[in-house]
């Protein structure tokens, strides 16, 4: 991962000079993010990835690719969308909400191709540990995703106290009661059949709600090495933390992470022939930073960063901040 900017040093500073919401704050002790990326493919040799676009906000993240076949006949190739893994053993008691709760689609995924909507299938399984138990889960009525709790409320309550027993003892929750906890791991990706046409330029769009949580941050978690070192938190980031910290009577203020998995696009001919990051903070006071060098600010709110030739060589995490936990999605 790349270090941060130096306070003062132009994009850096200038990325995390912003600050001062005292909006009140309601407890809540939420801390998780789910990653997620772009789309995948078995690596092949005459599809490259000419350029891609992507803009990341606190509630969507939006991807345009422009691809282009190199080879003279047209290609057919399967591309998939895999879903963050969901783990019921680490998730189920978190204060972690689903985007898009009560459906598979949990992220509200959407994909189109030279502008035509494309309904891609959706594969869902689940596992324990390395064993599958997608059928078992299916077969007592359980959704397969961990975090769809009341779903799972509803489908617990129907069993009997001795399949709530058996369930209990097969490790696949955390007790044997209707309350208990999943205990499972669900994984599922969306896929479809893509035609690339012959030395031709496609361009494919999708778009989804990332999975993130908020927490309490406080400047001296702020100031650690890790933190620092995850989000290239500069010396100017770390003062306008303490600001926002300093406003509040408890001492914190709520940070925010969206993750993206850019190093997926290895798996394209070469390199990308240009990539464009696009981070939208949402709101003129609250504090953004993340891991790139050279960044600009585009806008209010918007700052752009731009390579040619580009290998992905590290995953991306934009850290939000901002004292205002209905911003953050705490409401």
């Known amino acids: 991962m790349r270090r941060g900017w130096a306070a003062g ?3 850096g500073a200038l990325l995390l000079a912003l600050a001062l919401s005292a909006s009140p704050a309601r407890a809540n002790d939420s801390a998780a993010t789910l990653d997620a990326g772009g789309l995948v493919l078995v690596r092949d040799t005459e599809i490259e990835l000419a350029s891609e676009d992507l803009r990341i906000a606190i509630d969507r993240i939006d991807v345009d690719y422009a691809f282009r076949n190199r080879s003279q006949a047209p290609r057919t190739l399967r591309l998939a969308f895999p879903l963050p893994p969901i783990d019921g053993a680490e998730l189920s008691f978190s ?5 898009v709760r009560g459906s598979a689609n949990f992220v509200g995924f959407t994909v189109k191709a030279d502008g035509k909507t494309i309904e891609p299938a959706l594969e869902e399984r689940a596992f324990h540990g390395t064993q599958e138990v997608t059928e078992r889960l299916k077969r007592h009525g359980l959704p397969l995703n961990p975090l769809r709790r009341e779903e799972l409320e509803t489908a617990l309550k129907r ?19 209707p309350d208990a906890g999943a205990q499972w791991r669900s994984e599922a990706k969306f896929h479809w059949e893509q035609v690339f046409p012959a030395d031709a330029e496609l361009r494919i769009s999708h778009s989804y709600a990332p999975v993130a949580g908020n927490w309490f941050l406080s400047p001296r978690e702020a100031a650690t090495r890790e933190v620092r070192a995850r989000y290239c938190l500069d010396d100017a980031g770390l003062a306008g ?36 990051l696009t981070v939208d903070k949402g709101r003129a006071d609250a504090l953004v930073s993340f891991c790139r060098q050279g960044v600009r600010k585009t806008g209010p709110t918007t700052f752009a960063w731009e390579a040619r030739d580009y290998v992905p060589d590290s995953d991306l995490r934009v850290l939000l901040v901002s004292n205002d936990p209905a911003f953050l999605g705490d409401r």
């Open 241 to 276: 933390i303490r600001r926002l910290a300093a406003a509040r009577p408890e001492g914190y203020t709520r940070a925010f992470e969206v993750p993206y998995i850019v190093t997926t696009a290895r798996n394209w001919a070469g390199r990308i022939g240009r990539f464009t």
């Open 95 to 99: 204060a972690l909400s689903l985007p």
């Open 9 to 11: 040093a132009g994009p």
């Open 159 to 177: 069993l009997s106290p001795a399949d709530l027993q058996a369930l209990h003892g097969a490790g696949l929750l955390s007790d044997a009661t």
